[in-house]
């Protein structure tokens, strides 16, 4: 049965579907930055490392930011994604208002003067990715379900983000929102 009426686009949302084990991506929301015929491009949304971004890379200022586990691709390298174009040379439109990447010593400037807040920006250890033809192969098997993205997605909580979503989706996937993420302890 075919679960999608959305394509991944860019700046779409990709939720895992229910029963997908896979360690990565269990339960994972991801913000599509690039899908093309040359391949895809996302971040997780919704698993924080348990570290501010401040204790992590120590040349950044103090700064109330978690980092998430962004994917599995470039795991040691630092990403971000933000909603501030105009401050930050350099970055690419997602769409909509939120931007990746850019002038990574600007924006730490930026926010050393205040002028960046926290709900602006969001950092990401790795990234999710996809060769070409890969996340075709497997939109085909069901393993995502495509959601155009909510306006207040960057406010809401990561814990939640995966069950909120799915019952805000309203499709046929949207009862699976209350099962538990381990059955036994149910």
Known sequence: MK????????????????????????????????NSEKGSMGFILNKPVGYQIHELISEFPEFDSPVYFGGPVESNSLFFIHTVPDLIDSAFEIGDGIHYGGNYEKLRNMVAMGMVQPDQVRFFAGYSGWDSGQLDFEMEEDSWLVFERPKTLLHMRPESLWSELLKQSHSKMAIWSNYPEDPNLN
């Open 3 to 34: 679960m999608n009426l959305l394509p991944p686009n860019k700046g779409r949302i990709m939720l895992s579907e229910p029963f997908l084990q896979d360690s990565f991506f269990k339960r994972a929301v991801i913000l599509l930055a690039e």
